[in-house]
């Protein structure tokens, strides 16, 4: 799989098929920030292995159904060039992913440390029932972060 | 075309099917307002002639099974005579020292009743079913105890399409003297049921699995020998004192117009049905990873379950809103909870929540299949590469 | 004229009532191929559009009694309704040493349930009501033990009509901490009902009564304060875990479409009934020796009862082909026993036997009541020529 | 009340309205010679008290719904001339008097004395669930044969 993977990125560009086009219907009713974020998945995938400046984190496990994993590209000052993620979960997580992925460009780790949980589910609408996957996102950030910081000392 | 304007591809028949138009011809006699609308428990002429009506349906229900038609007594569904069966005849019996064997795969209404007869004292065996979901005759037999009262098992799995043995346990629980029960919601006009020759006592049906109205369904009970059951609605000793509360005669003829349809057409539909699920599985070959959900050489022909490995089942589900199919059966699908049923196969969380169930029927079309097996194999592609777990 | 072309005068809308047509038209586009047919508890567009029509209804038949949506839960009819709530409140409660107070008059489905429940160990009172078949709250009051865990009365008898005190009652019953449950098949659009007003626990509704399809009803169980009832038909947890099973939304929406046009038309098709069961009343008024059953100053709307003296009753009912009554309701017209609410009330096997349940409805036109009157008038007095009882 | 009571009889000279044609129609799937003298009751009645010649007899209680009247009246020869049934009770009892004051015309008492219950259940088509009728139209006629008796001797 390569970096760009051809997924539907946020200009839209897959192809109008009947069957993609379909997929906008929102039947299970999910907040529109998530909706739209699961539906374009932009910045889904991840850097290639030679990609310079690149830190990841995780968070999540298989067994709880839910796995992220967020990659960010930094330059030389420290902010954030490009990002990608990776998702296994419900469309919830997915957009977690997506939204961090997006929020990053251009900001530097001291900008990033504060993103929390409620943040994330204020941003997105994401319910109660749903607050682990904001958490997710928080945790998936703050292992990065730490990375980052490892690599630094 | 946008999807707001066209109903989704409906690949979810064992959850329900539609009404079949001459189903409905036939049941419109009865609701039109000056039809056969008198309470069939009346003794006066309208009241005989729908009582002559819902007769005429009990034959229907009876023949496609090879029962008589004083061996139907109607119920509101299917849920409803599972629980008639299986607590009518271990409290008629006694519930004290009883014991019941069934299978971990049974629906949701079998199994919740057993666990309330649990509460009050009966003691229950969940037999696991192999990999493919099949609990054998010889398992049943090796788990009959001397207080076995009854053994209560599905015919056609309503997640896995798995068919079970039924022809061959019969007799052995009928020369053991132990009553059987099988629910048959999922069975009948799918594979061919012929009660006359082989011995269950007790057996469920549901109209709505089969073309005919919801909230109408039927309990098959045998006469020679007579399975005995304490009714589990009292009153004024309808059908045999057996389930009481006034029939509703458009649903019974429903259910008899629908049987009596798959009588003349249940075979032939069985083979096309066959082949449009052979259709879809061949067109989900494009895709790796793929687990097959039950027995492909004992299955009814219209459920076709498969596990996709690499995405998340909520995920899957909500990718694909222009189809309607199921993960799990329709009951719990609400809930979300990885199905009960491919649990008890072996599968993993993961796998079991990430499986669809499809189910096709007399309005399924190749075209729809096609559309259909192509519509999964993008999304389920799509989903594995977002997935943090798929390289 | 010959009879077989004419369907006889419909006189008996307490059996049950045509559907109207606005219900069937309400139905209709759930019945047709391509309806609403899914599964409302299946989760797509499909089942999701199926579930918003089931929830129209609810709120629909909450809206008639004053109830709120959440509070009402769909069962197959009055008959499971009434034995879902006597059984699962007793159930829920523990049955040990509970006791429950009734009347003699009940149907024969709340009477049923609460004899099974005697051979569980429950203790029952069945009060005896007056020569009027009025059980007053009085009685009800005094009949209390500190066991007494529940209390069911009917709103509307459906042999004699006689409306019971339930506003009067409900508050006394609150008061003393005892749920009260009452049948209200008869009197939903008959009698007007506030459960906003009037603290009843738990009431069960049919839609055939009121020309709404047979073979659906509903139980209202309170939320504030909560009535909690075991489920007596396990399953797949519908309806709040309080009864499984697919639900059928043509049968729910029919019953949700009937009661909301009772809600607009209900108080003025009372007054008009009330105004037809008094002139038959009169048309009879030539014949001597008529005894009225039931209180005329508590009367549902719909229901006149009458006991002819020196004319047997199978004779009477055979008399009378075009005329579709019922004799006692029913339920217990098959075996032809005299009526047990009418002996309940005192009255001598004679004279319960020789009894009309006459019951007017939507359709009833005044050229019918007087065409049936002569008819009855006629015959009794043919009957009573031919009694060597008569003289 | 009179002799001929106005009612309708087998030579059916009963108005020929629409309420008394529609009770031809036999709901309830009476056997066929029940219902036809359930409907017409011939010689239903009794015979005005100056009538010479006439003995009754009676069987049946009104307890168990089902009363049974019978009168004959007798020639110096023993003979019926003409007769009367009144009875109480369900369509079969009705057929049953109407029966047997029908078939008693001409016959004297030694013909009558060997009717049993289950000659008028044949004659009839009673089936066994109303066999009680025709045992109280043994009855009653064997109380009529009886006063019969008591009133020579
Ligand atoms: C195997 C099986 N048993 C029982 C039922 C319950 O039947 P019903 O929907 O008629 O209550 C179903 C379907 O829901 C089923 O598939
Ligand atoms: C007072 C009363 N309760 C209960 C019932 C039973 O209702 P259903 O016919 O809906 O089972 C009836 C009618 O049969 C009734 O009149």
Chains 1, 4 share one sequence.
Not at chain 1, 54 to 76: C, I, K, N, W, Y
Not at chain 2, 36 to 63: D, I, T, Y
């Amino acid at each position: 799989m390569n970096e760009s993977m051809g997924l539907p990125t946020h200009d839209a560009d897959h192809d109008r098929d009947d069957a993609s086009e379909a997929a906008l219907l929102n039947a299970f009713g999910y907040p529109e920030p998530v909706w739209q974020r699961f539906v374009d998945a932009p910045r889904a995938g991840r850097f290639d292995a030679s990609t310079p400046g690149v830190v990841s984190g995780r968070a999540g496990t298989p067994a709880a159904r839910s796995v992220l994993s967020l990659q960010m590209q930094f330059d030389e000052h420290g902010r954030v060039v490009d990002a990608r993620f990776r998702a296994y979960g419900c469309p919830s997580s997915i957009a977690v992913g997506a939204w961090i992925a997006e929020w990053s460009l251009g900001r530097s780790t001291d900008d990033m440390t504060g993103l929390s949980a409620s943040t994330l589910r204020r941003e997105l609408e994401i319910p109660e029932d749903r607050a682990h996957c904001a958490l997710m996102g928080e945790d998936a950030l703050r292992d990065l972060l730490n990375r980052y910081r490892e690599k630094l000392t | 075309m946008t999807t707001a304007a066209h109903p989704p591809i409906y690949l979810d028949y064992a959850a329900s099917t539609p009404l079949d138009r001459r189903v409905l011809d036939a049941m419109l006699p009865l609701m039109v307002e000056d039809g056969l609308h008198a309470n069939p428990a009346s003794s006066h002429g309208p009241g005989f002639r729908a009582r002559a009506a819902v007769e005429k349906a009990r034959a229907q229900v009876a023949a496609l099974i090879g029962a008589e038609p004083g061996e139907i007594i109607w119920t509101s569904g299917a849920t409803e005579s599972n629980n008639l069966a299986i607590k009518g005849a271990l409290e008629f019996r006694g519930l004290t020292q009883a014991h019941v064997v069934t299978s971990r795969t049974e629906h949701k209404c079998v199994l919740d009743t057993c666990r309330h007869l649990e509460t009050r004292g009966v003691r229950v065996t969940y037999l696991k079913p192999g990999a493919l979901g099949l609990v054998t005759p010889e398992q049943v037999i090796d788990a009959l105890t001397p207080d076995t009262a009854l053994v209560s098992l599905m015919w056609v799995n309503n997640e896995i399409g798995t068919v079970h043995e039924i022809e061959r346990l019969a007799p052995l629980l009928r020369e053991r003297g132990v009553l059987f029960h099988v629910d048959a919601a999922q069975a009948a006009g799918r594979v061919a049921i012929d009660l006359s020759q082989v011995p269950v006592d007790l057996m469920s049906l549901s109209a709505h699995k089969a073309y005919g109205p919801k909230g109408i369904g039927a309990l098959f009970v045998r006469r020679r020998p007579r399975a005995r059951l304490a009714p589990q609605i009292h009153g004024g000793g309808h059908e045999q004192g057996m389930r009481s509360g006034t029939l509703a005669p458009h649903q019974i003829v429903g259910m008899g117009a629908a049987f009596e349809i798959l009588q003349r057409e249940g075979a032939a539909e069985a083979q096309r049905l066959a082949a449009l699920r052979d259709r879809l599985w061949a067109g989900l070959q494009s895709l790796p990873q793929l687990h097959r959900n039950g027995d492909p050489m004992r299955s009814a022909p219209h459920v076709l379950n498969v596990s996709f490995e690499g995405v998340e089942g909520e995920s899957l589900r909500a990718s694909l809103p222009d189809l309607a199919v199921s993960s799990g059966s329709a009951c719990s699908s609400a809930t979300q909870e990885p199905s009960y049923v491919l649990r008890a196969l072996g599968r993993d969380d993961e796998l079991a929540n990430a499986s669809l169930r499809f189910s096709v029927g007399r309005r399924s079309t190749e075209a729809e299949i096609d559309a259909a097996a192509a519509r999964v194999c993008q999304q389920v592609r799509r989903l594995r590469e977002i997935s943090a777990l798929w390289d």
